[in-house]
């Protein structure tokens, strides 16, 4: 299920620009959104960068997982946050 | 003798109106019945029938208001954005995800996921669209559908 455990450097290509989306007939619960699991070095003004491309796209992040961040600036590696889309 | 008849008569009559103002009374209630709540059953292919995918398909198009695809392909252009549109039945909350990877040889990257997450009341078309600005590296991709986290299916797609 997690893409990335068979994954290997090497010469795969980069996806890192990758962008996606999705929407549908039925009433959407939740926005969509892609889970991320976070690095040593992380912050969320730095997630936000690389998704958004805007570091004061931040408080998107907070917001969409404020039932496991209580303080935007205590993230930890390995927590697995949503990433609204 | 002759003076009790009158009154004799006056009091039948009395009693007799009382008696049939009293079956009227009844014949009234009787024939007000409660009212009956209307049935509230719901149609049979939204009742607790959970979601699950009918089908899957690819595109490079497809319609925003109906999330259909224009035409299912499994071939795509390096700057195509490509499109997965799961048909689902069933009803209730689920989270649909997509899990798109590419492949050379033994060895997998990831591309990118999304979770959806829908209010289902009978069938539906959610899509899933992934793209890259600087283009498709050519070779093989798929991307696998999951219901609530179970696997559902698995669609294999190639880029020239």
């Known amino acids: 299920m997690n893409a990335s455990s068979n994954s ?49 796209d931040w408080h998107r992040i907070f917001e969409a997982n404020r039932d496991i961040i209580k303080d935007p600036d205590k993230i930890f590696p390995g927590q697995e946050i949503k990433i609204p889309l | 003798m002759k003076t009790s008849t009158p009154i004799s008569l006056a009091v039948i009559m009395t009693a007799l109106a009382f008696s049939m103002t009293a079956c009227k009374k009844k014949e009234e209630t009787t024939a007000l019945p409660e009212p009956v709540p209307a049935p509230t ?10 979601v699950s995918v009918k089908q899957v398909t690819l595109s490079n198009k497809i319609d925003e208001t109906t999330k259909q695809a224009a035409m299912a392909m499994n071939t795509f252009a390096a700057n195509d954005t490509i499109y997965a549109v799961v048909d689902t039945i069933g009803s209730g909350k689920t989270a649909i995800k997509t899990v798109w990877t590419y492949h050379k040889g033994d060895q997998t990257a990831p591309v990118s996921e999304a979770v959806q997450e829908i209010d289902a009341t009978g069938p539906a078309s959610t899509e899933f669209h992934i793209s890259k600005p600087s283009g498709w590296p050519v070779g093989d991709y798929q991307v696998e ?16």
């Open chain 2, 41 to 50: 059953v719901a149609p049979a292919d939204v009742i607790n029938v959970p």
């Open chain 1, 8 to 56: 290997s450097g090497g010469d795969m290509p980069d996806f890192s620009d990758v962008e996606s989306g999705a929407s549908s007939t039925a009433k959407e619960a939740a926005p969509a959104y892609k889970m991320y699991t976070i690095k040593s070095g992380d912050s969320l003004s730095r997630i936000a960068k690389h998704e958004y491309g805007k570091a004061n």
């Open chain 2, 145 to 160: 559908v999951f219901v609530n986290d179970a696997p559902a299916t698995t669609q294999k797609f190639t880029v020239k």
